[in-house]
């Protein structure tokens, strides 16, 4: 092994999701597109299909298309639109095209190399193509990285309510290459603070603390500090999954700040805020509520949206009205027999999902709206 190989090695950590026999690890690391090693122990096929999108693909889809075709006979690629207004049916539609297209059979290995965007439509694709193929998470952003590759929530949006039509659909392996990030928008870098910035109100107290004392460090993309954070959020994702793969109960924290998040990105038409975006704003909303509530102590609100704003994130929402956010709420997926479940921090570093007020939720929108 030479030396720049061991050091590529040395820095790559595992986080396990363990589900049973749908259990899988989250490999996290820098060079690690380019590693043979990070490719081995994958499903056997004749087929694999990398689904990417228009500003990845010149990017990273060589890479890994070049690793994969030691393993695979045929590797296709398919190039979607990019970006949250094509998260539809009709794009969705494409990879099943190429699939048949290419005769992929019922082995074929789906690879979803992007954002968040890509690894959901990749995700539902692989769980409907011939009723189910494997598919490994291969996460560019940073929000997809934290986030949207571990899980196995898959969905398209719907005209009426965002990730409405999809699919718990688990990947057969997560592969998060830190050097990946160096090429992403700093607002989307932002974007992605924002999942990371939630886990530490409904599951961690410490690591909001060390969120505060690392945001700048974060912010200039230090690899360090970046492993650290997408591991500490990997573990906690995983750990709420083991429990609570299907959203019976408890994964629902993991949607903080997201039902008023989805209400302004519907509200506002996919893709005109990003949805870390809209979750920074949606987060301050519900700190808000958790405080009206008396669950949260009073401070929480401040504390949050100064983090936020050192990330880079809005702090208020678009002025859509209340009557507005509260119609979008009602699509929400958590809404039960049209009452809104917002996630409610109940004293930091633990959360818990409930209906509230209309009235109260209508003065939090009110209180953080431009
Ligand atoms: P995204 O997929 O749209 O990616 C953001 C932008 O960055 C896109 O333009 C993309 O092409 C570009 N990009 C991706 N990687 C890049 C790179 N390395 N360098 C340069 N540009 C790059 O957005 P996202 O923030 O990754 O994901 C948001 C989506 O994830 C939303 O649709 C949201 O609903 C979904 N989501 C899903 C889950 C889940 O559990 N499944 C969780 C959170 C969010
Ligand atoms: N992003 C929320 C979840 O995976 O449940």
């Known amino acids: 092994m030479n030396p720049a190989e061991s050091l590529v090695l040395s820095t790559r950590e595992r986080v396990q999701v363990t589900l049973a026999e749908r259990s899988y690890d989250i490999i996290i690391g820098q060079g690690l597109l380019g590693d043979a090693g990070t490719w081995y122990g994958l499903p056997a096929a004749a087929h694999a299909m990398v689904v990417t999108n228009t500003t990845v693909a010149p990017l990273y ?31 969705l539609n494409l990879i099943f095209d190429r699939l048949l297209a290419e005769g992929c059979d019922r082995k074929t290995v789906i ?46 949006n719907h005209p009426l309510g965002k990730n409405m039509i999809g699919a718990f659909y ?3 392996r ?10 992403l ?24 603390d060390w969120l505060e004392s690392n945001m700048d460090g974060l912010r200039s993309r230090d690899p360090a500090l970046l492993a650290h954070a997408i591991r500490r959020c990997c573990e906690i994702k995983a750990k709420v999954v083991g429990i609570d793969e299907r959203e019976g109960g408890l994964r629902a924290i993991l949607n903080f700040g997201h039902t008023f998040g989805h209400a302004i990105e519907a509200g506002m038409g996919y893709g005109v805020w990003l949805h870390g975006e809209a979750v920074a704003a949606g ?3 519900a700190a808000d509520l958790s405080e009206r509530l008396g669950l949260a102590e009073s401070g929480l609100t401040i504390r949050l949206a100064r983090l936020i704003e050192r990330a ?4 208020r929402g678009p002025a859509l009205g209340a009557h507005d956010y509260l119609r979008h709420m009602r699509v929400d997926k958590k809404s039960e027999a049209g009452d809104i479940r917002f996630v409610l921090i109940d004293g930091l570093g633990s959360a818990v999902v409930r209906p509230a007020p209309d009235a109260l939720v209508a003065a939090c929108i009110e209180a953080h709206c431009a």
């Open 174 to 183: 997560v592969v998060c290459d830190l050097d990946s990030l160096n090429t």
């Open 170 to 172: 688990q990947p057969a």
């Open 283 to 285: 987060m301050v909303m």
């Open 61 to 91: 889809a060589q890479a890994l298309r070049s690793q994969l075709q030691a393993q695979y006979r045929q590797v296709h690629e398919v190039v979607l639109p990019d970006g949250e207004a094509h998260k539809d049916w009709a794009t």
């Open 185 to 208: 928008p700093d607002r989307e870098l932002s974007a992605g603070l924002a999942e990371v910035i939630k886990y530490g109100p409904i599951a961690d107290a410490p690591f909001l």
């Open 111 to 156: 690879f979803a190399l992007g954002g968040g965007v890509v690894g959901d439509m990749a995700g539902f694709a692989a769980a409907c193509y011939m009723r189910g193929v494997p598919f490994v998470q291969v996460p560019t952003t940073l929000l997809a990285q934290v986030d949207s590759s571990v899980g196995g929530k898959t969905a398209v």
């Open 312 to 315: 880079g994130l809005p702090v």
